[in-house]
């Protein structure tokens, strides 16, 4: 009788086995296809979950976008013969959820163990880099210090993960930015150059060494390097802005203006990038579109506009279209009075556009009394013009007064 019922719990158990390890291949089979919630049903059936099994699901979980679920799996999953693996993704998740000191914890037990992973220093430094400080206004310097002590440092953990790993990617990037910001140009250009000679294409490693030439002011390397990031498909408003000044400060000003009216595909409200045309198209004589692209900076611009309408007054100047140019002008110098190019530009279109020359010389000669005493006065080239004008209007009017005598 004994054996009988033994026999009987024998099939009975492996029934039930048989049962698990179906739930758990038709889970993976759905998981590997992405029905997500299906495949978390399957693992759920399983009575007798272990650590494997726990992993599984935290990362249905994941995929399907319940993190919180998934937090609670992967902390099941993290302690049996998968610990490491379920560790390191439960503390990418806490960095995902923005829970940096807990994904500390976990990098740094991880570090504790196997400390010559790079990929783990540099994920604790990724949490901690965007650690907000617990710290209290109310605190003394020595707790402030003992507090900030016990962060670790990103920037470190980043250096330790090249030291560990020469190739990091990530780490590279993430170092090279931070010279980026110190403005240590040097050092951007060696970690970029060190990590494009293992990866030629690294978006984020060129995009950081472009901006470092942009900064630097040379022109050429940045219009190479963020020509490059748009012939690796990385077409952004961010990009095309800094390659459309880099060619502005060359002069080039059609691959300029090509640049800023991609990034007017990304925001085409955007009134920087309209004003700029507007001067852009200045330089190349479009004045209708440089009119076109004036007044949508105006229209799309909060206050102040005082170089917006400038930059209009200057395009209806060269259209000869002088009653619009004298209107913008004067909103341009009621904006910011002390706008010399407007000034002088307003005394331009007036003597185009008055009839009263004795008007036009008194614009002139108060350009000239503001700005001759000036420290580099003798050296401005406006100053010359408005001098030699306000002689000739001189002459005119003393000429024109005898005639009429």
């Known amino acids: 009788m004994r054996s009988f019922y033994l026999f009987i719990f024998l099939v009975l158990a492996s029934r ?19 029905n997500y919630s299906k495949a978390i049903d399957s693992y759920e059936q399983i009575k007798a979950k272990n650590e494997r099994v726990y992993l599984k699901l935290a990362r249905a979980h994941q995929a399907k976008g319940t993190l919180d679920d998934a937090l609670v799996n992967y902390k099941l999953a993290a302690t049996g013969t998968d610990e490491v693996i379920a560790m390191n993704e439960y503390g990418k998740l806490l960095i995902t959820k923005r829970q940096f000191k807990e994904a500390d914890s976990v990098f740094s037990a991880l570090i504790s163990v196997y ?29 402030l210090v003992e507090k900030l002590a016990k962060v670790h440092d990103p920037l470190e953990d980043y250096e330790r993960a090249i030291a560990l790993d020469s190739t990091h990617q ?11 910001k110190q403005k240590d140009f040097a050092m951007v250009e060696k970690l970029a150059f060190k990590a494009l000679e293992s990866y030629p294409t690294n978006v984020e490693i060129i995009s950081t060494l472009a901006q470092s030439y942009y900064h630097k002011g040379w022109n050429e390397e940045g219009i190479q390097w963020f020509e490059k990031l748009l012939a690796l498909g990385q077409d952004t408003q961010f990009i095309r802005e800094k390659l459309g000044n880099l060619y502005y400060k060359k002069r080039q000003y059609e691959d300029a203006i090509e640049q800023y009216l991609g990034a007017l595909k990304f925001a085409p409200e955007d009134a920087y990038d309209h004003a700029t045309l507007a ?11 440089a009119e076109m692209h004036g007044l949508f900076a105006v229209l799309y611009k909060d206050q102040p506009l005082f170089e917006e309408y400038y930059t209009l007054s200057r395009t209806y100047e060269m259209k000869k279209e002088w009653a619009s140019a004298m209107k913008y002008v004067n909103r341009s110098l009621d904006e910011n009075p002390r706008n010399k190019s407007a000034e002088y530009t307003k005394a331009i279109i007036a003597d185009n556009y008055y009839e009263d020359r004795r008007a036009v010389l008194k614009l002139y000669e108060d350009f000239i009394k503001k700005y001759e005493d000036g420290k580099y006065a003798k050296f401005d080239p406006t100053l010359k013009l408005a001098k030699e004008r306000r002689d000739k209007l001189n002459r005119e009017i003393f000429m024109a007064e005898g005639e009429e005598e």
């Open 16 to 34: 039930a086995e048989a049962q698990e390890v179906s739930a758990l291949a038709i889970g993976d089979s759905l998981y590997a296809v992405g």
């Open 279 to 289: 001067k852009l198209y200045n330089f190349t004589a479009d004045l209708d579109a």
């Open 115 to 143: 400390d010559t992973n790079p990929d783990f220093y540099y994920q604790r430094g990724r949490a901690n880099e965007n650690r907000p400080r617990e710290i209290s206004g109310k605190e003394s310097d020595s707790v």
């Open 170 to 180: 990530k780490a590279l990037a993430e170092v090279a930015t931070s010279y980026l």
